[in-house]
């Protein structure tokens, strides 16, 4: 008798297989703010900012805690072209952004900022949303070069999508292609004053108005 | 049959029908046993036309075979049973040109999503069709 060892029988991979990217969606759709509203928070802010010069206390609560945050932005390292060398050179030692206290880290989860520093494909998208989702409330978004803000050279290609800003929400757009490291370092000073007049009202904060 | 070339390298168009023929030929009575790529050309009207390249790396003597489909056609024969790189080359082929390689083990697409429609290096592809919400 004959015994024949099994075939493996192997799946092509198929994109609307991944069940759990699709029940995150739906879990995102049910809760679209995400962490930053929380009943009792909101309720204890209100209360101390509606008490007769309680406001004073809630404005320096938010001073503090936006300092701490715009003290620590840890940008994820989410290079997709060209536009990453540059980013690399401007976490390097001579332009040096660790001293705004900006840690490159490789993983979304302990992030609070993403540099989409490059081309978005189509096929790209999704994973780029997917690890924005990863990332914890409060976060950010720079979108680096031209190809990031709005497709750039390739905008007119059948696979590009025609800026980040239709998968996620940007801060801060840096123009040019590529932009050279104090062109990033710029729109990285803009983020921290962004940062630092952040609101827990769920909205963006507004560009400021002393930026040229 | 027409071949033309210079030096080491020779181009040899075939009728669609000999396109293994040819492959097989190269492979065996030439040497050629490096797969260098495989691509498609699109003549609009005129129909298709496939492009491939293969080396014999020994005698430093390089290979391109053509052939032209004729317009509307879209099948030809798969290379894969001479050569294995032309493996990953054919579903480029079929994921940006829409050929279909007759014989190929595993013709899926390649480079694009699963669920894209069209084959976009045809002249016929309209590049800014709405792709909501990225394009």
């Given amino acids: 008798m004959e ?10 991979p198929v994109w609307t297989e991944f069940k759990d990217l699709q029940e995150w969606e739906k879990y995102r759709q049910s809760r679209p703010e995400g962490d930053k509203h929380s009943g009792l928070f ?19 609560a938010d001073g503090f805690l936006n300092w701490a945050r715009k003290s620590s ?6 290079g997709l072209a060209c536009c990453a060398i540059e980013m690399m050179a401007t976490f390097a030692s001579r332009f040096d952004v660790e001293r705004l206290g900006m840690v490159p880290w490789a993983s979304p989860r302990h992030s609070d900022l993403m540099i989409v520093s490059g081309t978005v494909s189509i096929k790209m998208a999704p994973m780029l949303k997917r690890i924005y989702d990863q990332m914890p409330d409060p976060k950010w978004v720079v979108s680096m070069g031209s190809c990031a803000n709005s497709g750039g050279p390739f905008r007119h290609g059948y696979h590009v999508v025609k800026g980040v800003d239709r998968v996620v929400p940007v801060d801060v757009y840096v123009p040019g292609c590529p932009p050279p490291p104090e062109s990033l370092l710029n729109g990285l ?3 921290q004053d962004q940062i630092a007049h952040f609101r827990k009202t769920g909205e963006r904060a507004k560009p400021s108005a002393k930026i040229d | 049959m027409a071949a033309g070339g210079e030096g080491n390298a020779l181009t040899v168009t075939v009728p669609p029908e000999q396109w293994l023929a040819l492959g097989r030929a190269a492979r ?7 797969f260098n790529f495989s691509s498609a050309v699109d003549w609009k009207e005129e129909g298709l036309e496939v492009v491939a390249r293969v080396e014999n790396l020994d005698a430093g003597f390089s290979l391109t075979m053509k052939t032209r489909l004729g317009p509307g056609v879209t099948s030809v024969a798969s ?3 001479l050569w294995r790189g032309a493996d990953w080359m054919e579903r480029e082929g079929w994921d940006m040109f829409g050929i279909r390689y007759e014989g190929h083990p595993d013709l899926r697409r390649i ?25």
């Fill in chain 2, 111 to 135: 480079l694009l999503s699963q669920d894209w429609e069209g084959h976009p290096l045809l002249k016929s592809y309209a590049v800014d069709t709405p792709y909501p919400p990225y394009r």
């Fill in chain 1, 189 to 191: 000073l803009i983020l």
């Fill in chain 2, 79 to 81: 290379l894969t049973s």
């Fill in chain 1, 73 to 78: 932005v840890w940008p994820v390292t989410f």
């Fill in chain 1, 3 to 12: 015994v024949k060892a099994p075939v493996p029988q192997i799946p092509p």
């Fill in chain 1, 42 to 60: 909101e309720a204890v802010t209100d209360g101390i900012y509606n008490f007769p010069g309680g406001f004073v206390v809630t404005s320096l």
């Fill in chain 2, 28 to 34: 065996e009575s030439l040497g050629c046993g490096y």
